[in-house]
């Protein structure tokens, strides 16, 4: 396609008219303009974008775009206490080096045209996140955490009969964000308070707002801020006595130490796959998973794919495939229960192969280690003048929240000090919690030193001095 030619683009899609003509007239339009009719006019931009002149050159455009990424400062650059959701955990060099082979990367779901082992592959990551979850049934992943929460959510929804759903008030807001767009218009929520002293949800708040309408009671154990729900078999029981399900939304790199949802009553499990070996990405990185027992109730509620092992034609054979693939919207299209579309499996690949590396022992010593440096870091932090660390009774995993009032500064002044000394500070929470007045919330990792503890310590000390 020659570059300059009218109205044609070296980098856009079937540009040029003529192509674009014959598109048009395999669609029964006229025009473009008519091809757009349904779009009301108000909401369509007339004339062109206001953008800079193409780059034609490649050469010019890579020179460009590495220009654009050079002022970034990734998580590599700089010591890092982010979290909130999206983890920097070491990631095994075996974990690329298996999601990298063609018949995993490039094969779009596994389909038996074009499976070389993805079907397996992902079997074994259900098998050993089913044994982490003390689950029968895992789904092959689903987009993310946050549509793992409301998928589950609708399930609970559907296996009841009801429409309202509990959530608590110390929840991601982005995550609340999103569950609340996948529930509307016909499934209602509200959210349970938590206690300002321990950062638990308030149980009895929790009992106040059962009614015969609640479908389930979702919590997170770990929490958003960081803490250990010690009272989850309570939550959960409470949940039961009012004819509702517990979600819990689970860490699942937690569950070397923690017991897992269902040991303590949770009907379905959930969360994100992405501190399971996956590093972060530019809003990529993340699987969801969904978690039950195997009871058909349940099972033919997941509107995701889920692969088990089958016999083949030839006895003594056995081949791995879809469960009840009828239940899904890939076989029932518009008359699906609920709509799922591309799978991560190839995180789910990838999270299998981390866990099959780390193994029962290896899951234990990382939740501990992570523990360990959680507390570690909050006793130091509470020992600066004008910083306090509210919830410290409770147990934390991963994250703790940090309060700057008595320093006279913001979180946000804060943050941008640490900058200055090579050092990401903690997620923001003044906005989204204003309870907690200028907080941070501090995340550690496996990949964080002592010495990278003390640093953050000795900076915070000047910062706030």
């Not at 509307?184 to 149980?203: H, I, K, N, T, Y």
């Not at 941008?416 to 000394?421: C, G, I, K, N, V």
Request: aromatic share 8%.
């Amino acid at each position: 396609m020659p570059a300059g030619e009218p109205g044609a683009h070296p980098y856009i899609p079937n540009s040029v008219p003529e192509v674009q003509q014959e598109m048009l007239r395999a669609v029964g339009a006229a025009s473009v303009e008519e091809f757009y009719a349904d779009i009301p006019r108000e909401l369509r931009v007339e004339g062109l974008l206001h953008l800079p002149a193409p780059l034609l050159s490649e050469a010019e455009l890579t020179r460009h775009v590495e220009g654009l990424l050079a002022r970034n400062t990734s998580t590599r650059d700089a010591l890092s206490f982010l979290g909130a959701g999206c983890y920097q955990h070491q990631v095994p060099a075996v974990c690329d080096e298996i999601n990298g082979r063609g018949e995993f990367l490039t094969a779009y779901a596994g389909e038996p045209y074009e499976d070389h082992g993805r079907f397996q592959a992902l079997f074994e990551y259900q098998s050993l996140m089913g044994e982490l979850l003390d689950a029968d049934v895992v789904n092959v992943p689903n987009y993310d955490g946050f549509q793992a929460a409301a998928t589950a959510l609708r399930m609970a929804c559907r296996l009841t009969g009801r429409e309202a759903v509990l959530l608590p008030e110390q929840l991601d807001p982005d995550k609340l964000s999103m569950v609340r767009n996948y529930l509307r218009p016909d499934v209602s929520m509200a959210q349970v308070p938590f206690l300002p002293e321990s950062g638990l949800l308030d149980p009895d708040a929790l009992r106040a707002m059962l009614s015969d309408r609640v479908a389930a009671v979702y919590f997170e154990n770990p929490g958003y801020l960081g803490v250990l729900e010690t009272g989850a078999e309570g939550l959960a029981a409470a949940a039961h006595s009012a004819g509702a399900l517990a979600v819990v939304g689970v860490n699942p790199l937690s569950l070397g130490v923690v017991r897992p949802p269902a040991q303590y009553g949770a009907d379905l499990a959930c969360g994100d796959i992405q501190s399971l070996g996956i590093h972060q990405h530019y809003g990529g990185g993340h699987g969801g998973f969904i978690a039950s027992a195997d009871d058909p109730r349940f099972v033919m509620e997941f509107p995701s794919r889920l692969f088990g092992i089958a016999p083949t034609i030839v006895e003594g054979e056995y081949g791995f495939g879809d469960v009840a693939y009828e239940r899904t919207s890939f076989a029932r299209r518009e008359e699906g229960k609920e709509w799922v579309g591309t799978a991560a499996g190839l995180w789910g690949i990838t999270a299998g192969v981390y866990l099959a590396l780390m193994g029962p022992q290896g899951m234990k010593e990382i939740g501990e280690g992570l523990m360990q440096r959680c507390r570690y870091l909050m006793g130091r932090v509470a020992a600066i003048p004008g910083l306090r660390v509210p919830f410290a009774a409770t147990p934390h995993f991963t994250e703790f929240v940090v309060t700057l009032d008595g320093t006279g500064r913001t979180a946000a002044q804060v943050n941008r000090a640490l900058l200055e000394r090579g050092i990401f500070g903690g997620k923001d929470l003044s906005a989204d919690f204003p309870s907690l007045g200028q907080s941070l919330l501090l995340c550690v990792s496996e990949v964080h030193t002592g010495e990278d503890l003390d640093r953050l310590v000795d900076a915070l000390r000047e910062v706030v001095r």
